[in-house]
């Protein structure tokens, strides 16, 4: 049985401001209507409808891929398997071959990470019946893209594939300088590293053990130490935090005598940065493109985002402009791959806009800052329908609350009370209290917070209904 592995663990620094640690690309809709992560559950579903999908995610990003899921397919089971901690793609691979080959000794993995685009769906699909076939010869299979340009921003593979349907893999290749990167393209014979795989489970549990038994041993010990909770399937933390940090690549893909790269056209991209975003959208007649609220004069070949503001451009050539609420980057359309020393120095200054939208989502919904003083700060809080905050308290502050669409349903110490639009309350400094969600259309409320500490670690919580501390 087919099983997909969707790798969903990457922050995507290079799309900052856009994407940031707790929110990061693949959640974005940046290419399509969707998520980067919904087009590649989409993706799997156009392959194979009967496929098993299994998602490898971190602790934070644990409720943002359970939400998407949710959507992509209520009715299926959810798997989502979560890291302790990051160690690369070779360890999170094998956690979900471990888990897969527990419920089907046969499986064969399709490894796709999260964050790429897709344009063929029809192409990717042949290449995974091919794959499918190589794999149940035991090969290990990476799906390698024919380039269309010299880009240096990729790694490559040597193969000759020519007329054939899969070949052996001569080399793993580095990202090569231009002058290197167009020898490789000329030569007809180096594709790029896509990152996507195929194997059986098995198969890859034997290379990775022969060759890393380090990985396998901390991989099979964590997967042994398992719990389950909700759609979540926990490892043992200190079993995997042990484990050593290793890609696919430098742990089995290089060193198995049996890997072969399947050539893929399919319109492949792994949105790595805003210049690679630029090049895979549709442009207008000045080859700009333009989303939000933008309006040009004399701009040429340019990406402008505007998340709300008016973005006013004029007499710009191959810029980038990218407008949030807390953040507005602006660069050389050729110097994009430097977003992340930014990102560094954002983290250096121990700010909070690499880790943090103003929106920050939470299991329950979203909240986002509207105005904050030394003694008060006033947020919009939008609660799913049927979600439910902690039941909490602060040492800290006080909270006003004033519904503006929606019911909710307040717990305030021993009180319990509906609120309507217009209606409000007042939560006491260190009153134990819980907001919910009782209807079918979001809840939509201010909060206005007053006290000597507004930090959003003063929260006690007595119960959560989605396993937080």
């Known amino acids: 049985m087919l099983t997909a592995i969707i790798l969903c663990g990457g922050s995507g620094t290079r799309l900052w401001p856009l994407s940031r640690e707790t929110y990061p690309k693949q959640f974005l809709s940046l290419a399509a209507d969707g998520s980067l992560l919904a087009e590649t559950i989409a993706r799997v579903a156009a392959v194979d409808k009967h496929a098993h999908l299994s998602v490898v995610s971190n602790e934070d990003h644990r409720f943002l891929v359970a939400a998407t899921l949710q959507v992509q397919c209520p009715s299926s089971k959810k798997n989502i398997i979560l890291e302790p901690c990051a160690r690369n793609t070779a360890p999170a691979i094998a956690l979900a071959a471990l888990d897969a080959i527990s419920s089907d000794k046969e499986a064969v993995l399709l490894v796709l990470p999260a964050d790429h685009v897709i344009r063929n769906v029809t192409a990717f699909a042949e290449a995974v019946k091919i794959g499918e076939q190589a794999a149940a010869q035991g090969k290990l299979v990476t799906f390698g893209i024919v380039p269309d340009s010299p880009h240096t921003g990729y790694?490559?593979?040597k193969a000759n594939v020519g007329d054939k349907d899969w070949a052996p893999v001569e080399q793993f290749v580095e990202k090569p300088d231009l002058d290197t990167a167009k020898s490789y393209v000329d030569s007809g014979n180096y594709f790029w590293n896509s990152g996507m795989f195929m194997f059986r489970a098995d198969r890859y549990l034997d290379e990775l053990k022969k060759f890393r038994p380090d990985i396998?041993?901390?991989?099979?010990?964590?997967?042994?130490?398992k719990s389950s909770d909700l759609d979540f399937v926990r490892v043992d933390k200190q079993a995997f935090?042990?484990?050593?940090?290793?890609?696919?690549?430098?742990?089995?893909?290089?060193k198995t005598s049996d890997a072969v790269v399947i050539s893929l056209d399919a319109g492949w991209s792994d949105v790595g940065s805003w210049s690679t975003l630029w090049e895979i959208q549709d442009k207008d007649v000045a080859g700009n493109v333009c989303r939000g609220d933008v309006i040009t004069e004399d701009v040429e070949g340019s990406y402008i985002h505007s998340e709300g503001r008016l973005i006013a451009a004029i007499g710009l050539k191959n810029h980038v402009i990218v407008e949030t609420d807390d953040v507005v980057l602006v660069a050389d359309?050729?110097?994009v791959q430097d977003v992340k020393k930014l990102v560094a120095q954002v983290k250096q200054q121990n700010r909070a806009e690499h880790r943090f939208h103003k929106k920050v989502h939470r299991p329950w919904g979203?909240?986002?800052?509207?105005?904050?003083?030394?003694?008060?700060?006033?947020?919009?809080?939008?609660?799913?329908?049927?979600?439910?905050?902690?039941?909490q308290k602060h040492h800290h502050r006080a909270e006003h609350w004033v519904v503006v669409k929606g019911t909710a349903s307040v717990t305030r110490g021993d009180e319990v009370m509906l609120l309507s639009e217009d209606q409000s309350t007042y939560i006491p400094l260190g009153v134990v209290h819980r907001l919910e969600n009782p209807g079918v259309i979001p809840l939509e409320l201010i909060e206005v917070q007053t006290g000597s500490y507004l930090g959003e670690d003063d929260i006690v919580r007595f119960e959560d209904t989605y396993g937080r501390s």
């Open 241 to 254: 935090s042990d484990c050593p940090d290793d890609s696919i690549d430098y742990a089995v893909m290089e």
């Open 366 to 391: 979203t909240y986002e800052g509207i105005a904050i003083s030394d003694r008060f700060q006033v947020k919009r809080i939008v609660v799913n329908p049927g979600g439910t905050l902690s039941l």
């Open 333 to 335: 359309k050729e110097r």
């Open 216 to 225: 396998y041993d901390a991989c099979v010990k964590a997967y042994a130490g």
């Open 155 to 157: 790694g490559y593979i």
